[in-house]
């Protein structure tokens, strides 16, 4: 029977920033290092990885990962892996990475990977189910066609957050940098300046970074006037110095 309540979506909504990646440290007397990341596994996750385990002391011989803090992964998280699997055969430390939960077990299954430890694989695969003998399609047959194809729209939504994830960081920058506000007062005139706008959140970004280029064009008129009620609500900075102003 099918579920009554459908899972959660893959791709993480684009409706909040991203969390950045926090690594608490423990390493016992006897040399065994627990970490427990919390946050994402983004765009410089592997970078925060090598900095915590660069830090630990020259006699940790076994590193454990706890992943349940982890929310959010995109492709990063595969270089993240990559990274901890790298140091661990580097130095010779065995390395597990697990308590998967949420979001980034189903991207593991989506990869291919074991969602009990990725890095440690178990070396039997489950055995294959015994052959039923040929009948019409049933009740379950359907369900899981239907189950393939909401996975397909999930691992399309996640490539699409992820394709639109560096234009908005840069757009975020921009805004910043013109306005002098806080990356969070910068998410929000993006989000609703979108909403204002009826158009897409990394349409919205895309245009305000090819405004910034030297001779770049001007957003369109209804995405600058969504700017430019956005910016006004949010900051409080005033019409005339939005930096969006009426066309001649």
């Known amino acids: 029977m099918t579920s009554?309540?459908?899972?959660?979506?893959?791709?993480?909504?684009?409706?909040?920033?991203?969390?950045?990646?926090?690594i608490a440290a423990h390493v016992r007397p006897d040399g065994r290092a627990r970490l427990a990341p919390s946050g994402e596994l983004v765009h410089g996750c592997a970078d925060t990885l090598?900095?915590?385990?660069a830090e630990l002391p020259p006699r940790t011989c076994r590193i454990d990962l706890d992943m349940a803090g982890v929310t959010f992964m995109d492709s990063a998280g595969l270089g993240?892996?990559?990274?901890?699997?790298?140091?661990g055969r580097c130095h010779l430390v065995p390395v597990t990475?697990?308590?998967?939960?949420g979001q980034p077990r189903r991207v593991l299954e989506l990869a291919?990977?074991?969602?009990?430890?990725?890095?440690?694989?178990?070396?039997?695969?489950?055995?294959?189910?015994?052959?039923?003998?040929?009948?019409?399609?049933s009740a379950v047959a359907v369900e899981r066609g239907e189950r393939l194809l909401?996975?397909?729209?999930?691992?399309?939504?996640?490539?699409?957050?992820?394709?639109?994830?560096?234009?908005?960081?840069?757009?975020?920058?921009?805004?910043?940098a013109a306005h002098a506000c806080t990356p969070q007062q910068a998410w929000d005139i993006l989000r609703e300046a979108s909403q204002r706008s009826n158009t897409k959140l990394r349409t919205v970004a895309a245009a305000v970074t090819a405004g910034a280029l030297p001779d770049g064009p001007p957003p369109p008129e209804e995405i600058r006037a969504a700017l430019r009620a956005a910016l006004a609500r949010t900051t409080a900075c005033g019409g005339g110095n939005d930096g969006y102003?009426?066309?001649e």
């Not at 899972?7 to 926090?22: E, G, H, N, S, V």
């Open 245 to 247: 102003p009426d066309p």
């Open 150 to 176: 909401q996975l397909q729209r999930e691992v399309e939504q996640l490539r699409r957050a992820i394709d639109s994830r560096p234009v908005i960081d840069q757009a975020r920058g921009i805004l910043m």
């Open 112 to 137: 291919g990977l074991d969602t009990a430890d990725p890095l440690n694989p178990s070396p039997e695969d489950p055995p294959p189910p015994a052959p039923a003998a040929p009948a019409p399609a």
């Open 50 to 53: 090598a900095k915590t385990l």
């Open 80 to 87: 993240f892996l990559e990274a901890l699997d790298a140091h």
């Open 97 to 101: 990475a697990t308590g998967w939960t």
């Open 4 to 22: 009554g309540t459908p899972p959660p979506p893959l791709a993480r909504r684009l409706d909040a920033p991203a969390a950045p990646l926090a």
